[in-house]
């Protein structure tokens, strides 16, 4: 099973970055997919979730309005993008797989810097 991030890096106030997480070694389209974050000295944060399907989404209410998660099922891949991003964005960025009976799986994180 893997789950890679790639898309993170440095950008300044007010841009955007487009997150990818690739799936591999389960089957993807029954799996909830998530982002989280975490900061230096604060705890991971779940930032964003969408269903199998891709029906539901959820955000967390400091990214409402400016992160939006998506997914293809054919491609095996999560995305989240990431638009007039803050400094209090910069974190490493993980995506994770859930599901209600099997166990979750996780990515090793991209870095997202926004400079002050």
């Known amino acids: 099973v893997q789950l890679v991030e790639s898309g993170g890096g440095l950008v300044q106030p007010g841009g955007s970055l487009r997150l990818s997480c690739a799936a591999s070694?389960?089957?993807?389209?029954?799996?909830?997919m998530n982002w989280y974050r975490q900061a230096p000295g604060k705890e991971r944060e779940l930032v964003a979730t969408?269903?199998?399907?891709?029906?539901?989404?959820n955000y967390a209410d400091s990214v409402k309005g400016r992160f939006t998660i998506s997914r293809d099922n054919a491609k095996n891949t999560v995305y989240l993008q990431m638009n007039s991003l803050k400094p209090e964005d910069t974190a490493v960025y993980y995506c994770?797989?859930?599901?209600?009976?099997?166990?979750?799986?996780w990515g090793q994180g991209t870095q997202v810097t926004v400079p002050s």
């Open positions: 994770s797989a859930s599901h209600s009976v099997r166990r979750n799986y």
């Open positions: 969408i269903s199998s399907a891709g029906g539901s989404r």
């Open positions: 070694g389960f089957t993807f389209s029954s799996y909830a």
